[in-house]
């Protein structure tokens, strides 16, 4: 954990991925950031697998760098005490429906008219001023929308989802920096502003840089960058796995074809052009499919690394965990002290020469809300009182619930 945003308090009422991720992103700068949670708690601290002491992968790996508080903001006491948390915060973060944010009271008109200092950001489904605004939106539900799903087609084969979290990461990313954004301009203006970060926006953004090709200039063609929507772009079989190869420059395709004993790919009167070679593309990627399997993707990684030429080996998820480049940099080396825990998915950005600290695991759900009620000026008693009520929870990570 570094120090870089040291001094920022962030509350955090979020669930699942794409707000958390975001939380803890700023927590992992050095934010001080309060996850305030349902009594119940964030479902994702339920979600398989979990540890022999009941921590989810999921939870731990979202919510390092946090405080957990377990309020029912059902009750007017709950509420009450999130409001008082705001007052004294800089950044207010929720993944909520906007309609459903509103009707407890913590819209952006009613929490920055309590603190103008405030930056307010909703991460949401779709973009409050759209037709869609009122949606429930999930991760398969937005690489729907965004094209994302059907960028399969183009190379023939079915829709299909990316085997991952994609947009409420990506969408993440773009709340984080955002916020980052607008503490800065806070810094030089002395007010708080309002975001939204709508990942079906978001996505459609992320999707479209490359691909709306064409279509920047000319309203009636397709959209769509053809490189990478040819279906010879692949990894490519080898004669005893999988590899990636990408030549990108024309010395890059010229020293690979030479290799190949494919003088008459370069001898083509469009090689030598950048704008022509890229037109054909399909042909060079085709090429390469038909050489791969004639060598063992040992030979072609020691081939393609004395040729400089971009190249990888087509990792799975396990190799991963053992890459001799990730085990150098000390990757998944735990940073925290979470029970069972032997490996961590770390903050990958290194700042040179920036203090930090090991990073704090991810909290219980409440262990925070007594010393956080305590702040806020209430009493051993009344908090006791809370708690015996309902209002302010606490929990173990042995609690269960289907998901």
């Not at 479902?43 to 921590?55: E, F, I, M, Q």
């Not at 489904?125 to 991760?139: E, I, L, V």
């Not at 772009?233 to 290799?259: C, M, N, Q």
Request: hydrophobic letters at 40%; one cysteine or more; charged letters at 25%.
């Amino acid at each position: 954990m570094l120090d870089l945003l040291k001094g920022v308090r962030v509350v955090e009422l979020t669930t699942i991925v794409l707000g958390p991720m975001a939380g803890q992103m700023l927590g992992d700068f050095g934010a001080e950031v309060v996850k305030v949670e349902a009594p119940n708690g964030d479902l994702a601290r339920y979600v398989d697998p979990r540890s022999k002491a009941g921590a989810s992968s999921m939870f731990a790996n979202n919510n390092r760098n946090k405080k957990s508080i377990a309020l029912d903001l059902k009750t007017e006491e709950g509420r009450a005490i999130l409001l008082k948390l705001v007052d004294g915060a800089d950044v207010f973060l929720h993944n909520m429906r906007l309609q459903a944010v509103e009707r407890l009271g913590f819209g952006p008109a009613a929490l920055r008219e309590r603190n103008p200092k405030l930056v307010y950001c909703s991460a949401i489904g779709f973009g409050s001023d759209g037709p869609y605004a009122a949606r429930p939106a999930y991760d398969d539900v937005i690489q729907a929308a965004s094209g994302i799903a059907r960028l399969p087609t183009y190379t023939g084969n079915d829709p299909s989802y990316v085997p991952g979290v994609i947009a409420d990461k990506i969408a993440a990313l773009y709340a984080a920096n955002a916020i980052s954004a607008a503490l800065v301009g806070r810094a030089r203006t002395g007010t708080g502003c309002e975001i939204e970060v709508p990942m079906f926006e978001v996505m459609t953004s992320f999707v479209m840089t490359e691909h709306m090709a064409a279509a920047s200039f000319d309203e009636a063609a397709p959209a769509g960058y053809q490189r990478l929507l040819n279906r010879h772009r692949r990894p490519f079989p080898t004669s005893d796995g999988w590899i990636a190869v990408l030549p990108y420059t024309e010395r890059h395709w010229r020293k690979t074809f030479e290799e190949l004993g494919r003088a008459d790919v370069v001898a083509q009167p469009w090689f030598d052009d950048a704008t022509d070679r890229s037109r054909h593309v399909g042909e060079m990627y085709e090429v390469l499919g038909q050489e791969m399997p004639k060598r063992s993707t040992g030979e072609w990684i020691a081939t393609f690394e004395r040729l400089d030429v971009p190249h990888s080996r087509v990792s799975g998820l396990d190799d991963l965990l053992n890459d001799p480049h990730l085990q150098a940099v000390g990757f998944f080396e735990p940073t925290d002290d979470l029970e069972s825990r032997v490996r961590s998915v770390p903050q990958p950005v290194r700042f040179r020469a920036s203090p930090s600290e090991p990073d704090r695991r991810a909290p219980e759900l409440g262990e925070d809300g007594p010393a956080l009620l305590a702040e806020l000026g209430y009493g051993a008693d009344a908090i006791r009182e809370l708690e015996d009520r309902g209002v302010l929870g606490r929990g173990t990570r042995q609690q269960t619930e289907d998901v």
